[in-house]
């Protein structure tokens, strides 16, 4: 099992977009996004390399967890960073 860890990053960039959810569409939608990610992360713990590597920057790994949610993380020895989720309805660049 490896440990995962959240970066400030991620951290921020999560609350911002949950925050979003919760501001724009029903509490129900939030908490499906959220329960989606917890179990992203659960996989996470016991497959480092669940995901792809992202298209431009193949160091680190990237999950699409909705239609509107990525999680970007990196593998750091035996733990796993979340680097940052995006909204994928913005520009970024992976």
Known sequence: MFQVYWSPDAKDSYAEILRSVMDNFPLDTALKMDEKVERLISLLENNQQLCP????FPEVRKCVVTKQLSLVYRIVGNDIELVVFLDN???HPF
């Open 89 to 91: 309805r913005m520009r």
């Open 53 to 56: 590597p992202a298209k431009n």
